[in-house]
T-cell receptor
């Protein structure tokens, strides 16, 4: 059974049209992450939540926002998608912040296309 | 600064051959963690192994083995008797933080093709 679920698998949006990607988890992990992965590149951390505490990476554009209404769900909002935002967006969880010693559990990702 | 280098962008081998994926890391910390993740065509990254900087013992798990050498800052991954199902992108990653705001740094990945 999938433990980190991302919907939809593929998302198409128009240039400048807001889009929301969703992630849910059944692991009850307290940390949730959003990564952006462009073709043939390493996943790039956008931000993460430690419980309700939001941690934004310094180089994450303001165009990207996130919400975590409860432990199970986390959303990625792209307010005005540009062509450069087309990528795979990966959600991940861990029991404590992944930077210490815990492994990350990833969803299958949402492939975003911007037309 | 943290850095993970996977110099091999893409590797192709014939099934049943052994293959080694290289990973070289940089960090100024004495406490850190190294990881390998597999990303099959389905997209999700799957955790393979985690090592901490104080444990230099090599590890074997079935056909997979890992060689951690602090002297060369390397954490290489070998697949023995490769199979087509091993075809994927493999990422090496480094975490050198002990604080909640720290993060994992991924290498650029090595795309492995196992040819039947």
């Amino acid at each position: 059974d999938a433990m980190v679920i991302q919907n939809p698998r593929y998302q198409v949006t128009q240039f400048g049209k807001p889009v929301t990607l969703s992630c849910s988890q059944t692991l009850n992990h307290n940390v949730m992450y959003w990564y952006q992965q462009k073709s043939s590149q390493a996943p790039k951390l956008l931000f993460h939540y430690y419980d309700k505490d939001f941690n934004n990476e310094a180089d994450t554009p303001d165009n990207f926002q996130s919400r975590r209404p409860n432990t199970s769900f986390c959303f990625l909002d792209i307010r005005s998608p540009g062509l450069g935002d087309a990528a795979m967006y990966l959600c991940a969880t861990s029991r404590v912040t992944g930077a210490t010693n815990e492994k990350l559990f990833f969803g299958s990702g949402t492939q975003l296309s911007v037309l | 600064a943290q850095k993970v280098t996977q110099a091999q962008t893409e590797i192709s081998v014939v099934e049943k051959e052994d293959v080694t994926l290289d990973c070289v890391y940089e960090t100024r910390d004495t406490t850190y963690y190294l990881f390998w993740y597999k990303q099959p065509p389905s997209g999700e990254l799957v955790f393979l192994i985690r090592r901490n900087s104080f444990d230099e013992q090599n590890e074997i798990s079935g056909r997979y083995s890992w060689n951690f050498q602090k002297s060369t800052s390397s954490f290489n991954f070998t697949i023995t008797a490769s199979q087509v199902v091993d075809s994927a992108v493999y990422f090496c990653a480094l975490s050198d933080g002990v604080n909640r705001d720290d993060k994992i740094i991924f290498g650029k990945g090595t795309r492995l093709h196992i040819l039947p």
